[in-house]
């Protein structure tokens, strides 16, 4: 590469930055520091900082000098006079434009970036100055423009830090502040949204931030995955599943339809972790029979109460099966260690849901060609006719209680026309007849549903049990 070309790139990378990172705490805090994985909360002011515009000018037109240098280069090899429409280049001249152009900008942006901090002229009119009105950059510079903050709102954002979900200038520049502590983060683009704009906030935009931590959540002492695995007292809670009690909770009891809160480690049985709650920082939030969780979790959290800890030793029929994940195999035998925080039924979650129904205590019918059905739910008004658009909320589980699928779980209710065979003929036969707000359990045998073939995650020859709510054309 020749010198001039060496001279160019360095320029280029000396102007990518239009503001070096930097962190400046301007009001002690107190109490401990926080480090990753602390779920914390925060105030804050972002600015996008504007001189960006006019580095951004610089570097395209450094982009542009390079092409010159190589075409200099080209010119120079081949001793041509003429090469890439570039005709005798003065490399002086050159060079003392770029300087020169280095210079006018250095000169336009001269004010430093620390100095931002102004306090505005007082108003006697306007709302008491708070400490963070007084370490803003003025309205009247021109240099920055706000584009996000939370102090209006009066909710500060809460999240958990060194896991990602932050820009990387907020993972570097928050570690170590400690509650009530303010700092101004001054973030380069690459370590801000680098080439993406949002709203707000153009491309390759550099940003300042005015940061106060309101407050954090003591950090989580990891769970450590036991050295003899095999030595647990396991016992046996069903096929493919084993549980260990570590600790016997006394508060509310894991049911169906509760919220419950968990905190939770999975391991594969080679001792690699590969998911935590505490390395989130806040517990799982799961809804028990709502089908969202695998098997082993469904039927091992069954007889747990809040303040339990339980192992499960889940196999990989009642975990994910054949399916890999980024960290799990397929295959996999899973071992968890999970502690349930809080058990609360909400009626709300519980009418909204529908629940793999003890067909024991049911009073069934039998319907045409091998269809049972129970009504659990009685309606009222005209009943589905073919012909008619039927607008339906249903959910359907194989016979061992696995949920294939849902409407309620999309929050959408699936429409068909009766009669026009686009639904399975378990279906056809089993929603003819039903009133506007009924509810029924049907029980499809495998000539009424996928038959020998199966479909997706139903096997051939299985049979099919629905819960169909039908609200009406």
């Known amino acids: 590469m020749s010198k001039l070309k060496i001279f160019l790139v360095l320029l280029m990378c000396s102007a ?67 090469v890439a429409g570039v005709t005798k280049v003065d490399t002086t001249t050159l060079l003392d434009k770029s300087a020169k152009s280095k210079k006018k900008s250095k000169e336009e942006s001269k004010a430093p970036v620390d100095t931002v901090a102004q306090v505005p002229a007082a108003d006697s009119a306007a709302a008491p100055m708070t400490f963070v009105d007084s370490i803003a950059p003025a309205s009247s510079d021109s240099r920055f423009r706000l584009f996000s903050e939370s102090y209006p709102g009066g909710e500060p954002l809460e999240f958990t830090l060194g896991v990602g979900l932050v ?4 993972e570097k520049g928050l570690v170590g502040m400690k509650p009530g502590e303010i700092r101004k983060l001054y973030v380069p683009y690459q370590m801000g949204y680098g ?25 989580m002492e990891p769970d450590v995955f036991p050295k003899n695995v095999e030595g647990l007292k396991w016992r046996e809670a069903a096929k493919g599943l084993k549980i260990y009690d570590e600790k016997v909770g006394g508060g509310k009891p894991a049911v169906v339809g509760s919220v419950l809160k968990t905190h939770y480690t999975g391991w ?14 806040k517990p799982l939030q799961v809804v028990m029979g709502a089908g969202k969780m695998i098997k082993g979790w469904e039927v091992g959290l069954e007889g747990m109460r809040e303040g339990g800890v339980r192992w499960f030793r889940v196999s990989p029929a009642m975990g994910y099966g054949a399916t890999a994940y980024s960290m799990i195999p ?23 849901m529908d629940f793999f129904p003890d067909t024991t205590a049911l009073t069934f019918e039998n319907g045409p060609e091998g269809l049972r059905y129970a009504v659990i739910k ?37 429409a068909f026309t009766l009669g026009a065979g686009r639904v399975i003929r378990g279906w056809e036969l089993g929603v003819q007849g039903m009133l506007p707000g009924e509810k029924r359990i049907l029980v499809v045998p495998p000539g009424l549903g996928y ?20 609200l009406g054309e």
């Not at 199966?454 to 169909?468: D, E, K, N, Q, R």
Request: glycine share 10%; proline share 4%.
């Open 16 to 82: 990518c930055f239009a503001i070096p990172f930097k962190v400046e705490t301007v009001r002690e805090g107190s109490g401990d520091s926080i480090r990753a994985g602390q779920l914390i909360r925060v105030h804050y002011k972002s600015y996008v900082y504007l001189d960006s515009v006019r580095i951004l000018a610089e570097k395209a037109r450094l982009v542009d000098s390079l092409r010159v240098a190589d075409s200099l280069r080209l010119a120079n090899d081949f001793n041509s006079d003429q």
């Open 167 to 170: 820009i990387q200038g907020w």
């Open 195 to 219: 080439e993406n704009s949002l709203e707000g906030v153009p491309e390759y935009s550099d940003l300042f931030f005015i940061v106060e931590l309101v407050s954090a959540d003591p950090p």
């Open 268 to 281: 594969l049985l080679s001792g690699r972790k590969f998911g935590s709650s505490k390395d989130m920082g």
């Open 330 to 352: 397929s295959n996999s035998t899973l071992v968890f260690r999970v502690e349930l925080v809080s058990s609360e039924v909400d009626e709300a979650v519980v009418a909204n």
């Open 378 to 414: 009685q309606g009222e008004g005209e009943p589905a006719q073919k012909g008619n658009v039927a607008k339906v909320h249903y959910t359907g589980w194989l016979t061992n209680g696995y949920k294939f699928d849902s409407s309620r779980d999309r929050g959408q209710a699936f």
């Open 451 to 470: 038959g020998a073939r199966g479909a997706g995650p139903i096997p051939g020859g299985s049979t099919l049990i629905f819960a169909v709510e039908y």
